[in-house]
């Protein structure tokens, strides 16, 4: 069987899901509601990580509807995307790095995403045709690089992955090539049964280095499957490095957070960022932990690591740009620096303010 049809038995509705998963009627209801607003997605093989008799399961809560009433705090669009759009599904929000949504489709769809608004929908945001993006690089001699992510950047066909690097690779400028992409974790499938990816991979990554940066968030998703689809990347000489979003009962407690990192680093994945949670309607309330609370989980989870293991920065993806989150001061404020800036003048400042028990800082920040 290939990826493709293995991808048409994913778990979509209400009434699929309780051949897995018990609910009340009450939460029934709710998760059907949900699935009206964001849709669900669940491939059978991350199903099978979930523990269906545990409610708490941290599997579960990444991928199946709380069975709660959706609360509308929050935004859909948390970083200031639209404001960075200079095409179709063409983002330019820092000098170096050109970001385009090549897909608005997802092997899985997390709960917790921060691009709910597109993913599992049409979408007028993505990006159509790679020579568009190209031409827009060639017009911009300081971009170096380009992310292709999405939804999911692997969930295109290889042939269209194929026809990105053969245009991308070809661009002098470019320095190496990124994707984004989750399907080793919730769906290792797409890498270990289509060895055409692979084999693409392998040729334009001898003209472009290629990185792939990927997500896992639980140590339960570092299963022999997705060992197996990790080891198949590596060997075409493509980079992993790893994203980890800093979740309520998912990942925050140290011990957990810390077996992540050292899980991802004993496989060869470079530990990349650990990312505050976005306050993304529907999931601010129900996943983000306080900027103080996260510094000390952080904190006490790279005590449990090695040099390796520690090498995720801490990090909120704010509207302008990515902060660093580092500590606490003497004084009780917390420090923050500016790693990226739309504004690079930002780059580098360091700076210190007290939040309180927010777990995001404020669009206008006093600086």
């Known amino acids: 069987m290939n990826w493709q049809t293995l991808l048409t038995q994913n778990v979509t509705t209400a009434e699929e899901l309780t051949e897995y998963i018990h609910f009340s009627d009450e939460e029934y209801l709710n998760i059907k509601n949900e699935i009206g607003m964001f849709p669900m997605s669940v491939t059978k093989y991350y199903l099978s990580l979930i523990n269906p008799d545990d409610p708490d399961d941290p599997i579960r809560k990444m991928a199946v509807p709380s069975g709660l009433p959706v609360i509308f705090d929050g935004s859909l669009d948390t970083s200031g995307e639209k404001s960075n759009t200079v095409g179709k599904g063409i983002q330019h929000k820092y000098r170096q790095t050109v970001l385009v949504l090549t897909t608005s489709a997802c092997a899985m769809y997390c709960r917790h995403c921060f691009r709910r608004r597109l993913v599992g929908v049409d979408s007028d945001e993505i990006a159509a045709d790679c020579h568009e993006a190209a031409d827009y690089i060639k017009r911009h001699s300081e971009v170096n690089n380009i992310l ?86 590596q060997k075409t000489g493509v980079v992993l490095k790893n994203q980890t979003v800093l979740m309520k009962g998912i990942n925050d407690k140290p011990e957990v957070l810390a077996e992540v990192l050292k899980r991802a680093s004993s496989l060869g994945i470079v530990p990349h960022y650990i990312f505050q949670c976005r306050p993304v309607t529907g999931v601010k309330s129900r996943f983000q932990v306080s900027l103080k609370n996260g510094i000390e989980i952080v904190s006490a989870a790279n005590k449990l690591q090695n040099g390796l293991g520690k090498a995720a920065d801490y990090t909120m993806s704010h509207s302008s740009g990515k902060i660093r989150i580092l500590g606490c001061a003497e004084d009780g404020k917390l420090v923050f620096q500016y790693k990226q800036a739309k504004n690079p003048d930002l780059i580098g400042k360091i700076f210190s303010l007290d939040p309180g028990d927010e777990a995001w800082l404020p669009e206008n920040l006093p600086l």
């Open 148 to 233: 292709l992510s999405g939804g999911d950047a692997f969930m295109l066909p290889s042939e269209r992955i194929a026809e990105w690097l053969k245009v991308m690779t070809e661009l002098p400028q470019l320095d190496f090539i990124r994707f984004g992409t989750r399907t080793p974790v919730t769906f290792p499938q797409r890498i270990l049964l289509d060895p055409e990816l692979t084999e693409i991979l392998a040729q334009y990554g001898k003209k472009k280095q290629i990185y792939v940066v990927t997500h896992f968030n639980h140590p339960r998703e570092f299963s022999d499957e997705s060992a197996e689809a990790v080891r198949a990347l």
